[in-house]
């Protein structure tokens, strides 16, 4: 079997476990923008962050989940019903989700700009990453990185583990679903690693898409039933295969 042309990556929970850093500054704008009223040490990610922490599809949805956290919610509202706990709470904190998004945005740029080695500091490479990717290189192989993260802060991450991807997409760049779509058009066959399994499900219902490697990463934020629910022809990818030569992949 031949290795994929492109290796397309998700960032947050594949190649970098930023759960800190995203905690922090949702907390701090929860706090200082939308006066949440938070007694925890904010160093610490609470346990009911991580648990819904896979639901999360872009930043900002993280700043409602604190402010919600904040106000005493039982998590178990995100985690029966996610999309309607998120609705519902952004709704009493009365912001858009453009807002949302500048603010801890531009919270991210202050911290980086401020104290770049703290910030950095706050999101750990997973082990084996980087020489994983330093022999997709050495064989020929384009890895790329597509993410919902800004591009700006992505390749802040990035050059600090001193990963030189071929290239970076972020927010900026639309959905993963467009980006994958105009990747295509370069080099085929592309491979996907995700740790999000409604992003793996958008790309295998999209007709133009099929054909693309879909490996649901099991070492990022994966929810309960993740594992149970992955239909082909999406494969599981544990972190030791996916440190392995390509031959070794689920195909
Ligand atoms: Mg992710």
Do not use: N
């Amino acid at each position: 079997m031949s290795p994929p042309a492109i290796l397309a990556l998700d960032l947050d929970g594949v190649l970098v476990d930023g759960m800190e850093e995203y905690w922090r500054s949702s907390l701090h704008v929860a706090q200082e923008d939308f006066g949440a009223p938070w007694v925890g040490a904010p160093t610490k990610v609470p346990d009911a962050f991580r648990r819904i922490r896979p639901w999360v599809h872009t930043g900002w949805e993280m700043v409602v989940v604190a402010w919600a956290l904040a106000h005493g919610i039982a998590e178990e509202e995100f985690l029966q019903d996610y999309p309607g706990a998120l609705r519902q709470w952004q709704g009493r904190l009365g912001q858009s989700s453009a807002a949302l998004q500048d603010a801890l945005e531009r919270h991210r740029r202050h911290c980086r700009l401020g104290d770049p080695q703290g910030w950095l500091a706050q999101h750990r490479p997973y082990p084996g990453v980087a020489e994983r990717l330093r022999r997709c290189r050495h064989g020929g192989v384009d890895w790329v990185v597509v993410t919902t993260k800004g591009r700006e802060f992505a390749a802040a991450l990035l050059e600090q583990d001193r990963l030189q991807p071929t290239a970076v997409y972020g927010r900026e760049d639309g959905p993963k679903v467009h980006v994958l779509r105009r990747l295509l058009e370069q080099r085929q066959p592309i491979w996907f690693v995700e740790d999000r399994l409604p992003t793996l499900e958008k790309v295998m219902a999209d007709h133009q898409l099929r054909g693309i490697g879909c490996y649901l990463a099991a070492w990022g934020y994966l929810r309960h039933a993740d594992r149970q629910q992955l239909r082909p022809p999406a494969h599981w990818l544990d972190h030791a295969t996916f440190c392995a030569p390509f031959h070794d992949w689920p195909t």
